[in-house]
């Protein structure tokens, strides 16, 4: 699996965008790009995927470069509700050989 | 319903009881998997299931053990609870290329 850093905590206010980038240089061809988003005492919960240029769903937007070394979640105005830690996950998820690290995340605090 | 239920949500034991968790799914999932998660840290694997005979174990298995009882229950079990076994655990499936879903997880403090 390839090893991933991103920030251990951000702030923000409330209607701000905010970007989380997650480095992952060693990527494999066939890895993809997962985000989980975890709030207080609830599991983490599935937001986005990909594997090259841009996605976006109601949630939420991921940017990937042409290399792939990293990926940006971005969060478009972000609310209160938006606090929680956001976990970047590389690998393929239908290699069920691979068993995924959640690691400390990205803790955001969104703040009034 | 919740597509995965874990029981109970909460739950206080003294050191040395023994004491199961319950997680059921409803996704028909193969696989399912127990992580253990301490304050501001991040999931630990303890076991995990790719069927009814497949047992495996994780990074923390020693003090757990596991019963998958049919596709849809997995059980986690604390032989002789320890207060440093105090966490929040969570049971999960998976399958697809989305990877997993949560239950709301299990508050297990150990006294």
């Known amino acids: 699996l390839a090893k991933t850093t991103q920030p251990i905590s951000m702030d923000s206010y409330e209607g701000q965008e905010v970007n989380i980038t997650c480095s992952h240089n060693n990527i494999a061809t066939n890895d993809y790009i997962t985000w989980y988003q975890q709030f207080p005492s609830q599991g983490p919960r599935f937001i986005i995927q990909?594997?090259?240029t841009k996605v976006t769903n109601e949630v939420a937007s991921l940017f990937i470069p042409a290399d792939r070394k990293s990926s940006t979640l971005s969060l478009p105005r972000v609310s209160l509700s938006d606090t929680a830690v956001y976990y970047c996950l590389v690998g393929d998820m239908r290699h069920y050989g691979q068993n995924f690290v959640f690691g400390p995340g990205t803790r955001l605090s969104v703040l009034p | 319903d919740a597509d995965v239920t874990q029981t109970p949500r909460n739950r206080i034991t003294k050191t040395g009881k023994r004491i199961m968790l319950e997680c059921s799914q409803t996704?028909?999932?193969?696989?399912m998997y127990w992580y253990r998660q301490d304050p501001g840290l991040g999931l630990q694997l303890i076991y995990y299931?790719?069927?009814?005979?497949?047992?495996n174990k994780g990074e923390i298995s020693d003090g757990y053990s596991v019963s998958r009882q049919a596709q849809a229950k997995f059980s986690l079990s604390l032989e002789s609870a320890i207060p440093n076994q105090t966490a929040l655990y969570f049971c999960?499936?998976?399958?697809?290329?989305?990877?997993?879903?949560f239950g709301s997880g299990t508050r297990l403090t150990v006294v």
């Open positions: 999960a499936t998976r399958q697809g290329s989305y990877g997993y879903t």
């Open positions: 990909g594997y090259k």
């Open positions: 299931s790719f069927d009814v005979k497949d047992i």
């Open positions: 996704k028909g999932h193969d696989r």
